[in-house]
């Protein structure tokens, strides 16, 4: 009699559970994980702050491709590396911080330079620090020093004499708080140089992560620097360079 009464409840709970798992599954997938981009297709996710630093570092796992397109002959022509560096006025013994060195665009041009200063290659994708320091051997270089950052910090193990930060300062977050905890990085006098897409550049990322140049001095004047240099000799960038103020 027992029996049969526990074979007669299970036979009635057990659609009634299938039916409830079914209808939570049907839930969750009307809420994806990630929240879809504000960029849209193209210059995806990577272009939000929002997204976790953890999706962040993998929006640039695919080395190879990025590496195409970072490291294409034809970008020299408005990138202008050489004047770059010229303008970067380095001197021997120096401390540089790449901060996002993607694929050593910069970070490997200044390491071979006659005044052949430390290049910390700091970037958040951990693909691209490996690609770095596989790089970086290759080519028998060893004053570049490959790091992995974390969205909110460089990580980096020496204060520095110059910051370089190309095509990466729309990346951070809270670029105030970022660049301000950054002082305590940086060697005093020492300079931050940004170099970011003008918003009638050809290519870059989506025009709501294209700043003007007011609009960065205002928030590094916010984080405790004093804007040094303006260079405009550069066709799709801003090119700024900032000094320490304290
Ligand atoms: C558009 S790429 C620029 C690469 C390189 N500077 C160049 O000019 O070829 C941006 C790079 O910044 C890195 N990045 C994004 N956010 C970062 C952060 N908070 N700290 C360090 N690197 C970051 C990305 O992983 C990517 O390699």
New binding site residues.
């Given amino acids: 009699m027992r029996l049969l009464r526990v074979v007669l409840i299970a036979v009635l709970v057990s659609p009634i559970a299938l039916a409830l798992l079914v209808a939570s599954s049907f839930a969750q997938s009307e809420h994806p994980r990630h929240p879809p981009s504000p960029g849209g297709s193209g210059h995806g996710p990577e272009h939000s702050p929002e997204h976790s630093p953890d999706h962040?570092?993998h929006d640039?796992d695919d080395v190879e491709a990025h590496a195409k397109r970072?490291d294409d002959p034809a970008r020299d022509a408005w990138q202008k590396p050489d004047e770059v560096i010229a303008a970067l006025r380095l001197v021997k013994g120096m401390q540089i911080a790449d901060?996002?060195?993607?694929?050593g665009?910069?970070a490997i041009r200044l390491a071979r330079t006659p005044e052949a200063p430390t290049v910390h290659a700091?970037?958040?994708?951990p693909a691209?620090v490996a690609h770095l320091k596989s790089r970086a051997e290759r080519e028998g270089l060893k004053n570049v020093v490959p790091v992995l950052?974390a969205?909110d910090s460089?990580n980096l193990s020496t204060p520095v004499d110059l910051v370089l930060v190309?095509?990466?300062y729309h990346?951070?977050g809270d670029r105030v708080a970022y660049f301000r905890r950054l002082q305590a990085s940086m060697t005093p006098g020492a300079r931050l140089a940004i170099i970011d897409f003008r918003k009638d550049s050809p290519e870059g990322p989506p025009v709501e992560f294209r700043f003007e140049p007011e609009q960065i001095t205002r928030e590094l004047t916010d984080a405790g620097y004093t804007l040094d240099a303006r260079h405009d000799f550069l066709p799709r960038q801003h090119f700024l360079v900032y000094r320490r103020a304290r």
């Fill in positions: 962040l570092a640039f970072f901060i996002g060195a993607g694929t665009y910069f700091v970037d958040v994708a691209m950052a969205a460089p190309v095509d990466t990346h951070i």
